[in-house]
């Protein structure tokens, strides 16, 4: 066996390669990867290209506080991973994937394996909270999201009513934990993007107009912007009506997964980043609930900080729900609910950071 061949030069490619990209091929990669979701759209990555090798990193001032930072950060480098792989092939090149504990690194080479049609739904890809029509997913439409999982992670998915439910009262109740607890809910209310303005500036962040809530929902989440107002609603155990809504939204689901893992959740989130492309393909939306995975994480880890009796009892009962429904093996990690669901594709998606503000060359 010869040598192997050098990586891709980027002035080496012709126009046929680069497709439709203003720029070339790597910067085209890179601008795909950068279309990964990541919690609370916090885009914890940054890239060099040097020639026909693309590096990928965390970056320390994008960190995320979710599921205690690295799985959660490794989960969206692990999707930026597969879009990047993705990319790759549709621009008729292989991309050699080698990964560390900073993040991962592919080299470009020419290739002959056809693209994927998964490549086809990156741009298509995105997070939509709508209800949908309550319409359960079909038996293949279930078996094709498990088995775009792989080997990398597991996805356990429920789609019967009275399971769904029941997890819809647990994560609403989790939810409601979240945002009148004055520890857990800044971590929130700090990713949210309360005006337009404030969203075209940072690129960064969950904009509150991407939400999909009712008026009267919107106003409820500006007013718990007050830790005045978070600490009267948390003193009268309120919060009764964000945890009904998602409920009842969580009942209608066509089914509900929850993604996890016994190995490095940056593999696993280039399996959950295969499922959210497959439900793509299939027309369905997605919506995905950090809360439950987190606080079931924390909880495992040694118990989750600054909840009253009341709060730890509620906390301990809906985790207890959720573990009867998703039960995990030894060494077994939780990392993301995934709700899917038939509805129109959302409105408005969030802001996403220019990919050459996240991208040096060598």
Not at 5 to 18: N, Q
């Amino acid at each position: 066996m010869g040598p192997p061949e050098p990586p891709v030069s980027p002035d080496r490619m012709d126009d046929a390669s680069r497709g439709e990209s203003a720029g070339d091929v790597p910067s085209e990669i890179v601008r795909l990867a950068c279309l990964a979701p990541s919690a609370g759209n916090v885009q914890p990555w940054r890239f060099l290209v040097a020639g026909g090798v693309i590096h990928c990193e965390l970056a320390p001032s994008r960190r995320s506080t979710y599921l205690g930072g690295d799985d959660g950060d490794r989960l969206a480098l692990g999707a930026a991973l597969e879009n990047a792989v993705l990319a790759s092939g549709a621009l008729g090149l292989d991309a050699g994937v080698e990964t560390n504990a900073r993040g991962w690194s592919v080299r470009l080479r020419p290739g002959t394996t056809p693209a994927h049609p998964w490549a086809a739904c990156i741009e298509a890809r995105h997070t939509n909270r709508a209800r949908g029509d309550g319409a359960p997913l079909d038996p293949d439409e279930a078996a094709s999201l498990e088995a775009a999982t792989g080997a990398e992670a597991r996805l356990r998915l429920i789609t019967d009513r009275a399971s769904l439910a029941q997890l819809g009262e647990a994560i609403g109740a989790l939810e409601r934990i979240q945002i009148t607890n004055a520890t857990l809910s800044p971590r929130l209310l700090k990713e949210m993007r309360w005006t337009p303005s404030e969203a075209r500036r940072t690129r960064t962040g969950l904009d509150v107009d991407t939400l999909q809530l009712a008026p009267l929902e919107r106003a409820g989440l500006t007013l718990l912007r007050s830790a005045e107002a978070r600490a009267a609603l948390h003193a009268i155990g309120g919060g009764a009506k964000l945890a009904k809504g998602n409920a009842e939204t969580l009942a209608r689901a066509g089914g509900l997964a929850l993604l996890s893992t016994d190995g490095d959740a940056l593999d696993a989130g280039r399996a959950m980043q295969r499922v959210w492309l497959q439900a793509t393909a299939l027309g369905l939306a997605v919506h995905p609930y950090g809360t439950p995975a987190d606080l079931w994480a924390r909880a495992r880890a040694g118990g989750v900080e600054g909840l009253d009796a009341a709060a730890a009892a509620e906390l301990d009962r809906a985790l207890a729900v959720i573990a009867a429904r998703y039960p995990l093996e030894e060494g077994e990690r939780p990392l993301l609910v995934l709700r899917f669901a038939r509805a129109d594709a959302a409105p408005l998606r969030s802001s996403r950071l220019a990919p050459e503000a996240v991208t040096s060359r060598a």
